[in-house]
């Protein structure tokens, strides 16, 4: 049976974003025991993936101003889970660098994402799952290439 150009789900747009909407709020209910907000753990994901980025390369990819970034590491750094010491190269810029606290939130992280894909990709195989990954990834590159072309020179 064709679907419908009417149906929501049919629409890509809609259809990403309300995946997205869905995945960040089971997310974010499932940090709320270990008392971690949404914008503390999409900075503490950023440093798992790369610690010691300075403050400016942290907001520049989190597409987020210096300062909000600076109350979330703020706050952050009162739970100790991170720190920040002034780059040795530029004077004027903090790393930000994840401590040793951190490591058993990051296994309880790790175990709540994992339960979340299980939920989130039951159904599907193998296959389908690399598939997904690999359209997404595609995706992704179009649209931050398309993104560099509109940026001025």
Sequence with gaps: MARSQRDPDYHLG???????????????????????????WV???????????????????LDLGRVSLGGIIDRLEA????RRSQDENDRRANRVWLTEKVVDVRRQMQR?????NEISLAGLDEHQIDALV??????????????????PQ
Excluded: C
């Design 14 to 40: 809609f259809l990403l974003h309300d995946v997205a909407r869905l995945r960040s709020t089971s997310f974010d209910q499932m940090m709320k025991p270990l008392g971690i907000t949404r914008a503390q």
């Design 43 to 61: 900075v503490l994901g950023f440093l798992y993936r790369d610690d010691g980025l300075t403050q400016a390369e942290l907001a520049k990819r």
């Design 79 to 82: 739970a100790g889970w991170v």
């Design 112 to 116: 709540r994402v994992d339960s979340l």
């Design 134 to 151: 690999d359209t997404l990834n595609v995706i992704k590159r179009n649209l931050i290439a398309a993104e560099n072309e509109r940026k």
